[in-house]
């Protein structure tokens, strides 16, 4: 049976049948192409310690890199996916790729702050056209299991991120700036596997109605979703601040507090993010279970005690606390974006876009503000004033209940 029939087969199944191998390989390439993606993101906090000190960089100018690059992946997202939405572009997928190949290419060769900005703001362009599109492929080859889609496809983005530092340390630091050319390989594969995708995608858009559902089944009032909505946002907000803090942050934090080398903080790094990634995966398949709320509960707000430990620890709970932190934080993402995409239906792409934009925006703005905070204040006392921002997640309590539960 070829790839066509069988799909056109599975339009009248239930959500239950639609799992075939080859659904399951376009979100393992989706998972895959997110993973190179984040692994290409992770190489430019991973080396903020060698560019600060090539260029005698200040903390602020540690932070406005990653707002650069962080501003640039967030304003793009929620355009490209309304765009798309209603005229849909497989072949930005690639063309996002290229466009984070010339970013890690000119980072490689740089010689200047302002050339830092612009490499950064290419890295962050690509990535602004990945997202929306890649996350809508992943939900339109779900089978209607939309937490396990996510979360398969953001825990290939988190095991990037997870994996960036890990090779910045063992490629770049050790032999400098210019071996970040190496991840251009891994962008040139990325845009060998986007542009499968983009074929898939073109070829199967008669398949799936990408407007599929634009009626809300929820009966909620639009005020209510709008409440839900801002709810939400700041639910990432809470998130993401505190998740750029580490991961922009947290091998410095190391260095001073406990005289780590750069190589052994860039391990700790890894095992933060580590986590984060297996909580991301947990955290999809679980709220299709036991419904998205529930998940998004247990995230944010039942991370705030470990949180408000972590500055008063020593080294070994610091790196305990750091993973238990990651892996509850991560657990929430999936289940809010799925959630947000309940509550306006027809909307995947342009909701995938606002919320990976907030992920970055807030992400950015978190990195700048604290790096200039750390100038002033050092860096143990951002990462105590940090601790208290998932105690936001009492917030989760104007969310309404959604009826969906896999």
Same mark, same amino acid.
Request: aromatic content about 14%.
């Given at each position: 049976m070829s790839a066509t029939a069988a799909l056109s087969s599975q339009a009248g199944t239930s959500p239950a049948n639609q799992t075939s191998p080859l659904v399951m390989r376009v979100i393992g390439a989706c998972a895959l192409a997110h993973l190179i993606n984040d692994l290409i993101q992770a190489v430019l906090p991973s080396i903020y310690p060698l560019l600060k000190a090539n260029y005698g960089l200040s903390f602020a100018q540690i932070?406005?890199?990653?707002?650069?690059f962080q501003l640039t992946a967030s304003l793009l997202q929620p355009w490209v996916g309304y765009h798309t939405d209603r005229h849909p572009k497989p072949w930005l997928l690639p063309a996002g790729s290229l466009c984070t190949l010339l970013g890690i290419l000119m980072l490689a060769y740089v010689g200047s702050f302002p050339a830092i900005l612009l490499a950064s703001a290419l890295v962050g362009i690509g990535s602004s056209t990945f997202h929306p599109e890649a996350s809508r492929i992943a939900r339109l080859a779900s089978g209607g299991r939309y937490g396990l889609a996510q979360s398969t496809f953001q825990v290939g983005g988190n095991a990037g991120s997870a994996l960036?530092?890990?090779?910045?340390?063992?490629?770049?630091?050790?032999?400098?700036?210019?071996?970040?050319?190496w991840f251009g390989l891994f962008a040139a594969f990325a845009i060998l596997v986007l542009y499968g995708l983009s074929r898939w995608y073109r070829e199967h858009l008669n398949l799936f109605r990408l407007k599929a559902g634009t009626?809300?089944?929820?009966?909620l009032p639009r005020r209510r979703v709008m409440l839900a909505l801002v709810v939400l946002a700041v639910l990432v907000f809470s998130?993401? #601040?505190?998740?750029? $803090?580490?991961?922009?942050?947290?091998?410095? =934090? %190391?260095?001073?507090?406990? !005289?780590?080398?750069?190589?052994?903080?860039?391990?700790?790094?890894?095992?933060?993010?580590?986590?984060?990634?297996?909580?991301?995966?947990?955290?999809?398949?679980?709220?299709?279970?036991?419904?998205?709320?529930?998940v998004i509960w247990f995230s944010i707000l039942g991370a705030a005690p470990f949180t408000l430990a972590l500055p008063y620890v020593d080294l070994f709970w610091t790196g305990v606390l750091s993973m238990i932190i990651g892996f509850i934080l991560a657990s929430a993402f999936s289940?809010?974006?799925?959630?947000?995409?309940?509550?306006?239906?027809?909307?995947?792409?342009?909701?995938?876009?606002?919320?990976?934009?907030?992920? #970055?925006?807030?992400? $950015?703005?978190?990195?700048?503000?604290?790096? =200039? %905070?750390?100038?002033?204040? !050092?860096i143990e006392h951002v990462f105590l004033l940090c601790s208290f921002l998932p105690l936001l997640g009492v917030l989760t309590?104007?969310?309404?209940?959604?009826?969906?539960?896999?």
């Open positions: 932070g406005l890199i990653t707002l650069t960036g530092p890990l090779l910045a340390a063992a490629i770049i630091i050790p032999y400098g700036q210019g071996h970040v050319a009626v809300a089944s929820h009966g998130k993401f #601040f505190y998740m750029s $803090g580490l991961t922009s942050y947290f091998t410095f =934090y %190391l260095i001073e507090k406990f !005289g780590l080398s750069v190589a052994t903080s860039q391990l700790y790094l890894f095992l933060f993010l580590g986590a984060v990634a297996a909580g991301t995966f947990f955290g999809g398949p679980i709220g299709d279970r036991i419904g998205r709320k529930a289940a809010i974006v799925v959630f947000a995409q309940e509550l306006v239906p027809g909307n995947v792409g342009m909701i995938a876009g606002v919320f990976f934009g907030l992920m #970055f925006g807030f992400g $950015g703005i978190g990195g700048a503000l604290l790096g =200039y %905070l750390a100038d002033i204040h !050092g309590i104007l969310l309404p209940s959604l009826h969906k539960k896999a």
